[in-house]
């Protein structure tokens, strides 16, 4: 069995990759720039993350048109990414304009073209709320659209185990899975040191601190 | 009222975007380039288009990854590209996996990030029932893909004019739009002359054929 991953270099998709082995499908790692600030040290996180795995490939794309497209703090450079506590209400502005149907659809020709039974999308509903297309909603109209849209026999699965789940309980997963954390990063701001205090930062610390386990990286 | 338009710089796309404007929409002009042989002829012929229609933006995206996906003969310079006359049954080599759900997913992202109340694509379920992603059933299930991913007031429709039409019935409708056919290429093979043999240049010159108007671009 085979299962197309996507892997950020962030914990919760490195604790997805691992899981994914672990229910016994070897892994087709997809990897994805699109001109975020910190692609670098994502990139090479995801790399190791992989050689950890032995991915069957490591498949690197550049959706440098989302930086065209813009209209998010992730990839505008005139736009600055807040500190947690200064973030408003509602959608957050971090948030790329349909970003997860893009990666799905990268996701599905790859998963096809190489014949593989899953894709693994490590989306949560509840930390990210702001995000429409992180709902279960939405994952469950894009399943029927891979059904429909690939060739019949193709089969293709779309699994989101972290879609109910919170940080810590995917920490805890982790943990179990003896994830190396220290290969993996969140951080939306800085490539060296990670802020601390980004949103992405502050979900990170808080679910190391809610099961009480120290992060092994490093903070400014 | 805006409007993006999948424009390939094809008979058809090129039509779609003429009836798009003719609908009373200011248009938003994508384009993709994937690694596919003709792809310079294509951009060329689709900027010509979006010039006739005063787009207000064009916008050019690469899907490079999608030839590193590979399993086409459009991408993969490996697989010859058939006369239509060899051609087996069932799904063409032609076929890209999934590339509708790709092109619509950038579509929608541009949509959404620009505020366009709709998506014109030019599929038709009848000339090409080899591929899966142009049936209607695909087509209404990205639709609530695309009500459930983006905000809850984007409000995106997306249209297919052309979905139960077959190429003459599209061409006579572009014939009433005076859309300019010399400035649109249909040859899957060649960036020149058209070749002619193509299962795209044997559709449209049948397409010509069938309202009793000629072609006014050369064949080989």
């Not at 005139?78 to 893009?102: C, D, L, S, W």
């Not at 205090?197 to 009480?212: L, P, V």
Request: hydrophobic content about 35%.
């Amino acid at each position: 069995m085979k299962a197309v991953c996507l892997l950020s270099g962030g914990m919760d998709s490195s604790t997805l990759a691992f899981l994914a082995k672990h229910d016994g499908y070897d892994i087709l790692a997809l990897h994805f720039t699109y001109g975020q600030r910190t692609e670098e040290k994502e990139r090479e996180c995801a790399k190791r993350i992989a050689r950890h795995l032995n991915a069957l490939e490591f498949l690197d794309v550049d959706l440098a048109y989302l930086k065209k497209v813009g209209a998010s703090s992730l990839t505008d450079q005139r736009m600055q990414v807040k500190p947690h506590n200064e973030a408003g209400e509602g959608i957050p502005e971090t948030y790329v304009p349909f970003r997860n149907a893009n990666l799905l659809s990268v996701g599905t020709s790859f998963a096809e073209a190489r014949a593989a039974d899953a894709i693994y999308i490590g989306v949560q509903a509840s930390d990210y709320s702001g995000y429409p297309d992180c709902r279960p909603e939405f994952i469950d109209a894009f399943q029927k659209v891979i059904t429909l849209g690939t060739r019949p026999d193709s089969g293709i699965e779309l699994k989101t185990p972290f879609v109910r789940l919170n940080k810590a309980e995917i920490l805890k997963i982790g943990m179990g899975l003896n994830v190396p954390y220290e290969d993996t990063w969140s951080c939306y701001s800085e490539n060296d040191i990670a802020c601390g205090i980004c949103g992405s930062c502050h979900f990170r610390r808080e679910a190391f601190r809610q099961i009480g386990i120290e992060d092994p990286i490093q903070y400014r």
